[in-house]
DNA sequence: AATCCTGGAGTTTTT
DNA sequence: CTCCAGGATT
């Protein structure tokens, strides 16, 4: 990136009078514009670090946000400066004002399997609907709650015995989490804009200590994030927003791009700047990509357009099958690379779906052509990270009774169902938790002294453990805890072999310097206690496994869906699975979502700096039959001029068999006739 | 508790 | 076809 702004770029930063929308094309500059303006603020016009907020959807863009404003403003100015996805903002505002929220301190953060875990189990319990929906209810409830629709509300609106039992269920999870003092990442948003609704003197300070917000991937924000950024703005215009309605593929899960367009709404003396240089790719691969976008309709257009040259054109290869397809993006790599000199890590593959990878992947490693794939399973849904998280969650929340279950034979401890469901009972018609039932007295009447026994047994341990954290060093006390379980013993027990739980192992010891390192830099505990409770919730929010990846920077290409790819950029990118079906996906041609298909086949164009090649298969084995494919509709609105073609030529072998199959076919019906 | 069987789906995914 | 989850069976 030129060190020097451009124009625009310069404009966008340095406008302060009001809100501020920046359009931000692909590639255009848009976290230097932010970071910038970071820097202006403070530097130049005054403003505190710690009156600033940044606010971004990943972890990820927060950390390499806070790392650019750091080199960016000299010394200690910038400290105090809120750089933090979404949620962790809602995290930060929950914890200071857990109270009138009905909250206690520890309170715990369920992820989307606890989430589920408790869904199911409410379901099961009122069995006014199928158990297999739960998929369903789970992301309908999401839904409404990150649209601000409370339990009430959707009980009113509903008009179908399916979506009163919905609505049912949402009031009842809701209840639930209550009870076990907790809450779910939609909540993170949802509870600070209720609050913030019902209490304007608790806005008031919020709006008090927030006087300038910056808001990335803005096309990404639902409706309760846009929520949240209007209330904390407030009248005031202390706002800069960055997107690009162009690359808004996450509709799917509530964003909605029209908040862009509804800005100028909110706020009429909104000022509109567009960033339309590129500073990333070749003329032709944004000549390309304009081409594409420019057939979805527009609300803002823009045209990207940069200094670099034309470029070579780029290739669209057609192979007979997806082996072949596989096969011929691994050797192309490698022919590339002998060529001009380049690194593994100077490619990047592209595709629709995951399950793409998998032939890609054997064809790579039989051509020994090291990769990296990014996704997968994220950190924190490993077992042994979710075991020992329930651990630290119970320790500090005793209400936490999905922790309870979780652990409480984990390793055994030969408690058994029938133990567990009496006291499930006993601590339902109280109204207490798990926990709190083992230590009551009248337990014993429902209890055989056996079960009584372990339980009590396992409670006091807790309490051991609780106190000493408090009294001690709380790091000490949870690895004394987790060699008190054996955890390790039982990893070995349990794993398919030595080196996995020597993996899994490792990961503790990760988890665990983390939370050393999150507790050291904690400025705002006072006691232990607290120290442990942020440090855990902290980490709930994190994703730690980018950390990890970040320290592999070993020479490999890069495999990854086009969504994972938004924001990166590779000198040589491929687009695999050209095809209708695939991109645009069956599903959404079927839902008409023509548009953010398009937009998802753009985010992948403009990943590319200096070389583009795309493949499709004219023939893919789907669910067991094989199948012609047709060309992707997005190619067809490509300039013809900027396609090299290959494997057009002539028929395809797929293409003559389907050509004998028809010939036998009308044969047949012939003689049918 | 472990294993086998059966059925259903088979896009994208962060927090 | 292939992979998963969940239930049933041992």
């Known amino acids: 990136m030129a060190n020097a702004l451009n124009p625009r770029q310069k404009e966008a930063v340095h406008y302060i009078a009001g809100p501020c929308l920046v359009l931000a094309g692909a590639g255009s500059g848009k976290t230097s514009v932010i970071t910038r303006k970071i820097a202006y603020l403070i530097e130049e016009c005054g403003f505190g670090a710690r009156n600033i907020a940044a606010v971004t959807f990943t972890n990820k863009a927060a950390k390499e946000m806070k790392e650019r404003v750091s080199k960016l403003v000299k010394g200690k100015a910038s400290h105090g400066l809120t750089v933090s996805t979404f949620h962790n903002l809602g995290l930060n505002i929950i914890r200071r004002e857990h109270k009138a929220l009905g909250l206690k301190s520890g309170f715990s953060i369920f992820d989307a399997e606890d989430a589920k875990g408790l869904l199911k189990e409410i379901m099961l319990k009122h069995n006014d609907l199928e158990s297999d929906s739960v998929d369903l209810v789970q992301s309908e409830i999401s839904n409404f709650k990150s649209a601000m629709i409370t339990p009430q509300q959707a009980l009113n609106q509903a008009d179908s015995v399916g979506e009163l039992g919905v609505a049912q269920v949402f009031e009842r999870y809701n209840q639930a989490l209550q009870a076990y003092n907790a809450v779910d990442f939609d909540d993170l948003i949802c509870l600070p804009v209720n609050l913030f609704l019902n209490s304007p003197e608790t806005l008031g300070r919020w709006q008090h200590k927030l006087r300038y917000l910056l808001v990335d991937e803005y096309q990404d924000t639902n409706e309760s994030q846009y929520q949240l950024v209007k209330q904390l703005v407030g009248g005031r215009g202390g706002l800069t927003v960055v997107g690009d309605d162009d690359q808004s593929i996450y509709a799917w899960r509530g964003a909605r791009p029209e908040n862009l367009s509804l800005l100028k709404q909110d706020f009429p003396t909104l000022h509109v700047v567009k960033l339309e240089q590129n500073y990333r790719s070749t003329a032709r691969i944004l000549r390309v990509a304009n081409a594409v976008i420019s057939h979805n309709p527009h609300e803002f257009t823009k045209t990207l357009w940069s200094d670099f040259g034309l470029g070579d054109p780029l290739r669209l290869i057609r192979c007979p099958n997806e082996d072949a397809e596989a096969e011929r993006v691994a050797t192309d790599i490698l022919s590339q690379k002998m060529r001009h000199g380049l ?228 000198p040589r990118v491929f687009l695999m699975g050209m095809e209708e079906e695939l991109l645009p996906h069956r599903n959404s041609i079927d839902d008409d979502n023509i548009e953010e298909e398009r937009r998802l086949c753009y985010v992948g164009i403009t990943r590319a700096q200096k070389n583009l090649t795309m493949t499709l298969s004219a023939s893919r084995k789907q669910f067991g039959e094989k199948t012609e494919t047709s060309m992707s509709r997005f190619i067809e609105e490509i300039p013809e001029e900027d396609l090299e073609l290959e494997g057009f030529g002539q028929a395809t072998q797929a293409q003559l068999e389907t050509r004998a199959k028809e010939t036998v076919n009308n044969i047949f019906d012939m003689f049918n006739d």
């Open 343 to 570: 690194h593994f890590k100077d490619f990047a593959v592209l595709y629709r779906g995951n399950h793409q990878s998998r032939i890609l992947e054997l064809k790579l490693q039989q051509n020994q052509v090291p990769y990296a794939m990014s996704g997968g399973t994220s950190f924190f849904s490993r077992t042994e990270i979710k075991d020992i998280m329930a651990y630290l969650r119970l320790l500090i929340n005793h209400d936490d009774d999905n922790a309870f279950l979780r652990i409480i034979n984990t390793p055994r401890r030969q408690i058994g169902t029938s133990t567990l469901e009496a006291l499930g009972r006993y601590a339902t018609e109280r109204e207490i938790g798990l926990l709190t039932a083992c230590n009551e007295v009248g337990l014993q009447t429902v209890l055989p002294d056996q079960g009584l026994q372990r339980l009590r047994e396992f409670a006091s341990w807790l309490t051991r453990i609780r106190n000493n954290c408090a009294q001690n060093n709380p790091m000490n006390a949870i690895r004394g805890m987790i060699d008190d379980i054996d955890y390790e013993a039982w990893l070995f027990q349990n794993a398919s072999s030595a080196k996995v739980a020597e993996r899994r192992m490792q990961n503790i010891e990760f988890l665990l310097s983390n939370i050393e390192n999150a507790i050291s830099r904690d400025e705002e505990a006072e006691d232990n206690e607290a120290f442990v409770k942020n440090a855990i919730a902290k980490l709930l929010l994190m994703d730690l496994m980018e950390r990890q990846e970040e320290e592999d920077d070993s020479d490999r290409v890069q495999l990854m869906t086009l969504h994972a790819s938004k924001g990166l950029e590779f």
